[in-house]
């Protein structure tokens, strides 16, 4: 079972999203998700959704966020897919709950502030009925 989760790690790995979301998927025929880990889980949750196959990646958020509820970027990533998904009323309470746990004393601590800002401004956004998920905003998330 371990050569199909390195399988799946390199097709992500590789870009091919669908894939290794198909892949990751074939494991869980033998394993729980939690044989595989919410770190895995949330890396293809996040960047399957940022490179544009959210659909294929869904569960894989959901994964991330039920085996490690109290990760502040796992929320993070399900709240982008989320939203990509049209699904904004989820988005905002992930990215709500990602605000209000957030401590601010580990993660990305040198742009905190921006990244809290741009996290209330998606909420402001998708309250309003708009898609902050811009082509060059979905550029900038991939490269984080």
Partial sequence: MQAAVYEAENLLQ?????????AYMKVLKFRPA??????????????GSVNGHVKDVMQACDYAVALSPDE?????????????AGNPQGAVE???WFLK??????????????????????????????NPFTRDVLMELRKQ
């Fill in 101 to 130: 746990n957030w401590k601010g004393d580990s993660l990305h601590e040198e742009n905190a502030e921006g990244m809290r800002n741009q996290r209330r401004a998606w909420i402001d956004a998708l309250n309003d009925g708009k």
């Fill in 94 to 96: 992930d990215f709500k």
């Fill in 72 to 84: 502040l970027l796992h929320f993070d990533s399900r709240g982008v897919a989320r939203a990509l």
């Fill in 34 to 47: 939690a044989a595989i880990g919410p770190l895995k889980w949330n890396n293809l949750c996040w960047l």
């Fill in 14 to 22: 590789g870009g091919k999203f669908k894939e290794a979301a198909a």
